[in-house]
């Protein structure tokens, strides 16, 4: 779930919290994408160069075996995930977690990230011509990519949420 926070400084951050529900309600990831960054973690977790079988990732992630492997397929789709077929075979990561981004999972099972159709320079909305918050939308969205850009697997799976926040520069002196 995305995490906001509006102190002094804004930050985003990814967590796995109770209260996401109250946290966040209206800008949700799908589910067999938040299951990808879940199985994801979970084979850095065991050993990120290792090979995992659907059951063995399905076990260890609380998930059922068919939607463990259609988001397997669908990772391995997008070559993030290598598949060994075989008594020895498995699924494992193509890259350092340090090196794969939550954003490039998200766009592996959802497709660019964009919180609305304003978030390209030409949308091709009706409203564009005359339009006063299609640049602000596209500061949200470049602030949203870029944190989620800049977080990746290895971090995601550390055991203090508190590692998992960083800190984004003030919004408001960002410019559109």
Do not use: H
Not at 23 to 36: F, V
Not at 127 to 140: A, R
């Amino acid at each position: 779930m995305l995490w906001w926070s509006l102190e002094s400084d804004f930050y985003i951050g990814l967590i796995w919290s109770k209260y996401s529900e109250v946290i966040c309600t209206n800008m949700k990831i799908n589910k067999l994408t938040d299951y990808s960054i879940v199985i994801m973690t979970n084979m850095v977790v065991k050993d990120e160069k290792g090979m995992y079988t659907a059951k063995e990732l399905s076990e260890v992630s609380d998930l059922p075996l068919p939607t463990v492997t259609r988001v397997l397929k669908m990772l391995s789709n997008s070559n993030l995930l290598e598949s060994q077929r075989g008594a020895q075979g498995g699924y494992s990561l193509t890259k350092k977690a340090k090196d794969i981004s939550v954003a490039e999972v998200i766009e592996a099972m959802e497709g660019p990230i964009a919180l609305t159709e304003c978030a390209s320079d030409d949308c091709g909305c009706s409203f564009e011509p005359s339009c006063v918050v299609g640049k602000p939308w596209q500061k949200i969205n470049k602030a949203v990519n870029d944190v989620l850009q800049n977080i990746n697997l290895a971090e995601m799976s550390m055991k203090d949420e508190s590692q998992n926040l960083i800190k984004l520069t003030n919004i408001g002196e960002m410019s559109i």
